[in-house]
T-cell receptor
Framework: GQSLEQPSEVTAVEGAIVQINCTYQ??????LSWYQQHDGGAPTFLSY????GLEETGRFSSFLSRSDSYGYLLLQELQMKDSASYFC?????????FGQGTELSVKP | NAGVTQTPKFQVLKTGQSMTLQCAQD?????MYWYRQDPGMGLRLIYY???????DKGEVPNGYNVSRLNKREFSLRLESAAPSQTSVYFC????????FGQGTRLTVV
């Protein structure tokens, strides 16, 4: 089967850096992706790692270590609008399975 | 969200009623998925279809049926709705980047 673990909530201040970790167990792994969801909205894609290493997209970066079954999402220069839920997801065996989500609260 | 259209947006059902949620994508993706999301929870996979003509159970399939009508369309049916099926339902069409429909907020009373 597949399972993912990520912290349930994280709090940080505006302008800071925050890291959201994700560990996973899966069969037929083909990549780790990250999604953002604001209250009442649909999840939107942030980043994807198919290979080990760091992917950078603006203020957001994502890292993957396949040998450790571990990845993280790094958010820099936090803004109030970054307050949202963040989900890691793994693909494998034809399925895309999500973690339970990390609620990020950005304080002034 | 571009590419995935999901209807209806809102629905209230009485226990025992049936309904079908519709989803269509225009991105020519092979895979389509149905998820449910409950308050404070992640997205749980109900059913998925890896290609036209195939469907498979996900994490929480009980009480649901699906139909992959063609490459574009993937519907989710509740034959006899129960209060435990009150949730927000999302259709998605994954590639490396998954696109989601707007969601259906379903209440079963």
């Amino acid at each position: 089967g597949q399972s993912l673990e990520q912290p349930s909530e994280v709090t940080a201040v505006e302008g800071a850096i925050v890291q959201i970790n994700c560990t996973y167990q899966t069969s037929g792994f083909y990549g780790l992706s990250w999604y953002q969801q604001h209250d009442g909205g649909a999840p939107t894609f942030l980043s994807y790692n198919g290979l080990d290493g760091l992917e950078e997209t603006g203020r957001f970066s994502s890292f993957l270590s396949r040998s450790d079954s571990y990845g993280y999402l790094l958010l820099q220069e936090l803004q109030m609008k970054d307050s949202a839920s963040y989900f890691c997801a793994v693909g494998g065996g034809g399925k895309l399975i999500f973690g339970q989500g990390t609620e990020l609260s950005v304080k002034p | 969200n571009a590419g995935v259209t999901q209807t209806p947006k809102f629905q209230v059902l009485k226990t025992g009623q049936s309904m079908t949620l519709q989803c269509a994508q225009d991105m020519n993706h092979n895979s389509m998925y149905w998820y449910r999301q409950d308050p404070g929870m992640g997205l749980r996979l109900i059913y998925y279809s890896a290609s036209e003509g195939t469907t498979d159970k996900g994490e929480v399939p009980n009480g649901y049926n699906v139909s992959r009508l063609n490459k574009r369309e993937f519907s989710l049916r509740l034959e006899s709705a129960a209060p435990s099926q009150t949730s927000v339902y999302f259709c998605a069409s994954p590639g490396t980047e998954a696109f989601f429909g707007q969601g259906t907020r379903l209440t079963v009373v």
